[in-house]
C-alpha cells in the first residue's frame, strides 16, 4: 500500500500537510477500490463535483453538519481521481482541466450557499473572490518556482477542446497576470536576486493554504455552526499572502545588498 501512495503523490515544491495527513491516507483506499473497477478518473471528479454541490445545496438549507460532511467526502474524492490517474496511468488533460474547473464551481456553489444561509450576499462574495485569489497565488507561485512552463495541459478531443477554452476564459487571464508581474519585477535582476524572489519558504507556506486544508476548515467552521466566520479566514489568508510578498521583496533587496558588498 505505501508503494502504491507513494506511486500516487503528485510531485508538488511544498508540502500540503493537511492534505499528507488526513486526506491522501482515506482517499488511497477509495483509490484501491476503484482501480481494479478501471473507474476513469474524471468520473471521480464529477462524483467530488456532485458532492460538493450537494453540500452546498444543504449549507443553504441550513443542515450545516450534514452539509460538512459532505464537503469533507468531495475533497476525499478530489485526492482520489488524481491519485488514481497517476497509479493507473491515466493522466490526462481533460482530466485536470475538468478538475480544475469543477473546484471553481464547486466553490461558487458553497459560497452562494453561504449567502443564502446568512443572507449576507456580499460577504459570501467577497470569500469567494478571496478564496480565489487565494489558490490563484498558491497555484501560480509553485508553478514560477519550478521553472514557469504552460499553466495549462496540452490535449486532443472535443471535449478537451471545450474545457480547454473555458480554462483560457476562467484561469489564463489571472496566470498571465502573475507571470507578468514576475517578468517585470525580476527584470534585469541577477540570478541570486531571482533566486531569493522565488524562494522556496513561500512555496512551503502557500502549499498549505490549497483547496484541501481550505475545505476542510470551512466544514469545521459550519459543522460547528458559525460557516460565516470563513469568509474572515480566507481575508486573513489574503494578509499572509501580503506579508509573505513584503517577505520575497525583503529577500531581494537582501541578496543585493550582499552582491554589492562582494563587488
Known amino acids: 500500500m505505501s508503494s502504491a501512495l507513494a506511486r500516487s503523490r503528485k510531485a508538488r515544491a511544498g508540502t500540503d500537510w493537511v492534505c499528507e495527513l488526513v486526506f491522501r491516507p482515506v482517499a488511497h483506499l477509495v483509490v484501491l477500490a476503484l482501480a481494479p473497477l478501471r473507474v476513469p478518473p474524471p468520473a471521480v471528479v464529477l462524483a467530488s463535483g456532485v458532492a460538493g ?17 459532505l464537503v469533507q467526502l468531495k475533497t476525499i474524492l478530489d485526492n482520489a481521481d488524481g491519485q ?13 482541466y475538468l ?8 466553490d461558487a456553489a458553497l459560497f ?15 470569500g469567494f473572490l478571496a478564496l480565489t485569489t487565494v489558490l490563484n497565488v498558491n497555484f501560480n507561485v509553485e508553478r514560477l518556482y519550478r521553472g514557469g512552463g ?31 508581474y514576475a517578468e517585470w519585477r525580476l527584470r534585469g535582476r541577477s540570478e541570486a536576486e531571482r533566486a531569493a524572489w522565488n524562494d522556496r519558504g513561500t512555496v512551503a507556506v502557500l502549499a498549505n493554504l490549497g483547496m484541501s486544508p481550505q475545505l476542510l476548515v ?16 480566507v481575508l486573513a489568508q ?26
Open 218 to 233: 470551512l466544514g469545521a467552521l459550519t459543522a460547528a455552526g458559525h460557516p460565516l466566520v470563513y469568509v474572515w479566514v
Open 112 to 126: 452562494a450557499g453561504l449567502g443564502w444561509w446568512s443572507g449576507n450576499a456580499a460577504a459570501a462574495l467577497v
Open 99 to 106: 478538475d480544475s474547473e469543477m473546484d471553481l464551481v464547486v
Open 84 to 96: 488514481l490517474a497517476r497509479l493507473t496511468g491515466r493522466v490526462t488533460a481533460l482530466g485536470r
Open 150 to 180: 504552460p499553466a495549462s495541459p496540452d490535449g486532443r478531443g472535443r471535449a478537451t477542446a471545450a474545457l480547454r477554452r473555458v480554462y483560457a476564459l476562467l484561469y489564463a487571464p489571472q496566470d498571465r497576470l502573475v507571470e507578468r
Open 238 to 263: 489574503l494578509g499572509l499572502v501580503a506579508a509573505l510578498a513584503l517577505r520575497r521583496e525583503a529577500l531581494v533587496r537582501g541578496s543585493f545588498t550582499r552582491e554589492q558588498e562582494v563587488t
Open 53 to 69: 454541490i450537494a453540500g452546498a445545496v444543504e449549507l443553504a438549507r441550513g443542515h450545516l453538519v450534514v452539509a460538512a460532511l
